[in-house]
C-alpha cells in the first residue's frame, strides 16, 4: 500500500487531488491517509499517520512548504516528498531538492502523470517535470566542481551503512552486523540517497567506489 498525505492551503485543490488519488490509485494500492492546510499541520499529521509519500505545496501561507519538508524528513527519513507547486521557479525548485524534496511538479501536470509521479516516487525514483531535471542536475555538477560550494554532509552512521551496502550486503545483513533492525538500515539508506540526489543502490554503490569508501 502506497499512503499519501496531501498538503495544500487551497481546500479545493487540497481535496480534489486526494479524490483523484483515491479513484484512479485503486489498482496500484494508493490511499491517501490525511490532508493538511499548512505547514504546521503538514509536520504535526505526517508524524502521525508516516504516509510513504506526502505530495507538497510549497507556498502555504501560514508557515513555508520548504520548512515542513526539512521537518518531515528529520522526524521520517524513510518518507518521500513530491513537491507539487504552482511554481516553476528555478530557485523554488533548488530550495525545494536541497530540503530533501525527492522530485517535482507543476500544477500543469495531468491527473495522470501526478499518479505515476507518486508511484515512482514511492520507489524511491526521483520525478521531475521535463525541463527541471536538467535545472537540478546542473547544479549538482557544479557544487561537485566548486571545491568551495556546499556538499551534502552524511553521518557516521550513514558512512558506515553506504560502506557494507557497497559490499552487497542486504539491509537485513547490515542490521544484522550493525544490531539495528532493517527498518533502521531501510532509513538510513534512504537519507542518503536523497542528500547525495541518487536514485537507487547501484548508484549509491558506485558513490562509494569513487569516494574510496568499498576500497576492501
Not at 479513484?23 to 505547514?39: K, L, N, S
Not at 507539487?84 to 530557485?91: I, R, V
Amino acid at each position: 500500500m502506497i499512503t499519501v498525505m496531501v498538503v495544500d492551503d487551497h481546500p479545493i485543490w487540497r481535496e480534489g487531488v486526494a479524490r483523484d488519488l483515491t479513484e484512479r490509485g485503486v489498482p496500484d494500492r494508493i490511499e491517501v491517509v490525511a490532508t493538511a492546510p499548512d505547514a504546521a499541520a503538514a509536520v504535526r499529521i505526517a508524524k502521525a499517520t508516516r504516509p510513504r509519500v506526502v505530495l507538497m505545496d510549497l507556498d502555504l501561507g501560514a508557515g513555508s512548504g520548504v520548512t515542513a519538508i526539512r521537518e518531515i524528513l528529520a522526524a521520517l527519513p524513510a518518507t518521500h516528498i513530491l513537491v507539487l507547486s504552482a511554481s516553476g521557479e528555478h530557485a523554488d525548485v533548488l530550495e525545494a531538492v536541497k530540503a530533501g524534496a525527492t522530485g517535482y511538479l507543476v500544477k500543469s501536470a495531468s491527473a495522470e502523470q501526478l499518479l505515476d509521479a507518486v508511484r515512482r516516487t514511492a520507489d524511491g525514483y526521483a520525478v521531475f517535470t521535463p525541463g527541471l531535471a536538467g535545472l537540478v542536475l546542473g547544479e549538482y555538477r557544479r557544487l561537485e566542481s566548486d571545491p568551495g560550494a556546499s556538499v551534502p554532509v552524511l553521518t557516521p552512521r550513514e558512512t558506515e551503512v553506504l560502506r557494507l551496502v557497497a559490499k552487497g550486503l542486504t539491509a537485513r545483513q547490515i542490521g544484522e552486523r550493525l544490531v539495528v533492525s532493517h527498518r533502521t538500515v531501510e532509513s538510513h539508506v534512504q537519507s542518503t540517497l536523497r542528500k547525495l540526489q541518487l536514485h537507487n543502490r547501484a548508484q549509491l554503490v558506485r558513490y562509494a567506489i569513487e569516494q574510496g569508501l568499498a576500497d576492501d
